[in-house]
């Protein structure tokens, strides 16, 4: 952790801190070797993004009946639907942003990596596509959860005495 600390003005609890939010949401793996820790980039789809997909599958016909709406993902498009097939979203249109600046043109991938994000676009009365608009999750300490009203699993929690705590989605459970 100390080499991850080093080029930033932040204490090793800090950084002990995010690495925890990173692994959590399966973002990346950490190898424990006695004092030593070894993070890579997690190899599985972010679990919260796949929280967000079960559920955008699960109401994709009601949606479907008024906006076409589909689901977009940096992965190659065999892998994506391999993943899907296995999750069983059989209602959501999927589609690849793996060989082109998608991701980057609406602002959910930069220099630092991709984010989830949800962006909405209007066919004007001349015909031609206009984006309206882009909702991205800041993955920041203490605000990783910025699209939530998309997802019901949050909107419930919050209804629980003790509200959302610290869960986190699973790929599986």
Not at 53 to 65: C, E, I, P, S
Not at 130 to 138: A, D, N, P, Q, R
Not at 164 to 170: A, I, L, N, S, Y
């Amino acid at each position: 952790m100390t080499e991850i600390a080093r080029p930033f003005t932040v204490s090793l609890n800090a950084i002990s801190k995010h690495l925890i939010v990173l692994e959590r949401a399966v973002l990346i793996e950490r190898d424990v070797r006695g004092r030593e820790h070894f993070c890579r980039d997690s190899k599985l789809p972010c679990p919260m993004c796949n929280m967000w997909a079960d559920g955008y599958d699960a109401v994709a016909a009601h949606v479907g009946d008024k906006v076409n709406f589909v689901l977009v993902s940096k992965v190659q498009i065999d892998r994506l639907r391999e993943w899907g097939r296995r999750r069983g979203w059989n209602k959501t249109r999927l589609l690849s942003s793996h060989q082109d600046t998608f991701n980057r043109d609406f602002l959910v991938e930069d220099d630092d990596g991709q984010r989830p994000g949800v962006s909405v676009f209007k066919r004007g009365q001349d015909g031609k596509i206009y984006h309206f608009y882009t909702t991205e999750v800041i993955l920041q300490p203490g605000h990783h959860r910025g699209i939530d009203p998309f997802s019901p699993v949050w909107n419930l929690f919050d209804l629980l005495p003790e509200g959302r705590e610290m869960w986190m989605p699973k790929h599986f459970y």
